[in-house]
T-cell receptor, first 121, second 107 residues
């Protein structure tokens, strides 16, 4: 079964750090771009970052540039999001999603269940 | 950055109605547009890609059209299971963008 499972969410104080993980299974992880997407409580979807198959290209939404770092370990079939200098406005459910860029599309066909990050004192 | 604007924000319709949601891009994105359905407490689900291609397993009552800057998602006959929020997303650039969402309610 093709699956993405996020972990690492939790409660963190403003200014703190957190590292999210996304474990992939059921497909050739190294063959796909991967993304992080977040959703603040009661709000819409916001794309956060993506990373190329070999990790050589990474892109971020302006609001997280310089604070968040996306990375991957193809040997472990895992995607990561290192989040530093966290702010209250980073509070959200964070999803990882598989990207079909390079396969005739750039849509996200597989999503994880999400992990909640709460930034509060 | 490319901005995506959806309308309406909320839509109320009866079972069997034809429903249309519009998504506009701030610049041309060719046909690089996807539509997603998100039910409460669940992850989004891909419905349409490349503006008009139906994802495998998605009911045929869903369809997409448009190119350039204006796109539509149509539900030909609204069903109770279609209660959800719908999002468009552009992938013309490596920096992806979602629309703000359209909540579909059943009368």
């Amino acid at each position: 079964e093709v699956q993405l499972v996020e972990s690492g969410g939790g409660l963190v104080q403003p200014g703190g750090s957190l590292r999210l993980s996304c474990a992939a299974s059921g497909f050739t992880f190294s063959g796909y771009w991967m993304n992080w997407v977040r959703q603040a409580p009661g709000k819409g979807l916001e794309w956060v970052a993506n990373i190329k198959q070999d990790g050589s290209e990474k892109y971020y939404v302006d609001s997280v540039k310089g604070r968040f770092t996306i990375s991957r370990d193809n040997a472990k079939n895992s995607l990561y999001l290192q989040m530093n200098s966290l702010r209250a406005e980073d509070t959200a459910v964070y999803y990882c999603a598989r990207d079909l860029w390079g396969y005739g599309s750039g849509s996200f066909d597989i999503w994880g269940q999400g992990t909640m990050v709460t930034v509060s004192s | 950055d490319i901005q995506m604007t959806q309308s309406p924000s909320t839509l109320s319709a009866s079972v069997g109605d034809r429903v249309t949601i519009t998504c506009r891009a701030s610049q041309s994105i060719s046909s690089w547009l996807a539509w997603y359905q998100q039910k409460p407490g669940k992850a989004p689900k891909l419905l349409i890609y490349k503006a008009s291609s139906l994802e495998s397993g998605v009911p045929s009552r869903f369809s997409g059209s448009g190119s350039g800057t204006e796109f539509t998602l149509t539900i030909s006959s609204l069903q109770p299971d279609d209660l959800a929020t719908y999002y468009c997303q552009q992938y013309n650039s490596y920096s992806r963008t979602f629309g703000q969402g359209t909540k579909v309610e059943i009368k």
